[in-house]
């Protein structure tokens, strides 16, 4: 009998003392959890999905970038800007840009993309979606249309360059092919593949000749390389 009641006092024990083990640990692992969230830092912005935040807007801008002598350079416009606190980088819808000429006697650059992007430094851009591009007439040299896509612009010297379909017209001269290179202060512009060309025919002078074409047509198209006249 009295072993019996000994048996069940040792049981009675051992699970007391099994719940208050039980207990402790689930108290100190609460306990744990409470502190880690005290102490650890805050989560930062970066580390949020999605887009990053903008540190402001404006509505119906206009941007001045200029080159390292001061001299003006880039120029943008459009109805929205906005710039990432990230980088300090500018996303431009439907942006409307003008790219100076460094040659007084050659009228400036105008365009229009989808969108576009202007790092911090002000000395890259991108053109994303539809790009057109115009100059206008001057001296002998008829105005000049560029249509393309998703263009990388470095404004400070006047380069262009994109992958995509390219297509130049130069009052009856058009060149067409895949892949731009292009320098707007030398004139230079260069078609990479799959390279095409209309030329209007010459005029006949006087005496029912034709008149010699220049020496440096407006683009050779053997090569896809020549000049925007």
């Known amino acids: ?52 935040r903008s540190g402001y807007t404006v509505k119906q801008f206009q941007a001045y970038l200029y080159n390292a002598d001061g001299a003006p350079g880039l120029r943008i416009s459009g109805p929205l800007l906005e710039r990432r606190d990230n980088d300090d980088s500018l996303f431009l819808t439907t942006p409307h840009f003008v790219m100076p000429s ?64 390219a297509i130049m017209t130069q009052g009856g001269t058009m060149l067409r092919g895949v892949g731009m290179r292009a320098n707007l202060d030398t004139n230079e512009l260069e078609l990479l ?3 095409h060309g209309t030329y209007p025919p010459r005029a006949p002078t006087a005496r029912g000749r034709y008149k010699h074409r220049p020496a440096r047509p407006a683009a050779d198209p053997g090569t896809g390389r020549g000049t925007l006249g």
Do not use: C
């Open 193 to 195: 593949h799959d390279v």
């Open 102 to 165: 460094h040659v007084a006697t050659v009228p400036d650059w105008s365009g229009d993309s989808d969108y576009g992007w202007v790092n911090r430094r002000g000395d890259l851009v991108m053109l994303q979606g539809k790009v057109f591009m115009h100059r206008d007439a001057y001296a002998q040299t008829p105005a000049t249309e560029i249509h393309s896509a998703n263009m990388t612009g470095w404004p400070k010297d006047n380069r262009l360059a994109t992958d995509e379909l």
């Open 1 to 52: 009998m009295v072993l019996n009641r000994l048996g069940q006092l040792h049981r009675y024990l051992r699970d007391r003392a099994l719940l208050a083990a039980t207990v402790t640990l689930l108290l100190l692992a609460g306990a744990s959890q409470t502190l880690l969230w005290w102490i650890q830092p805050p989560p930062r912005i970066n580390d949020t999905l999605g887009p990053p």
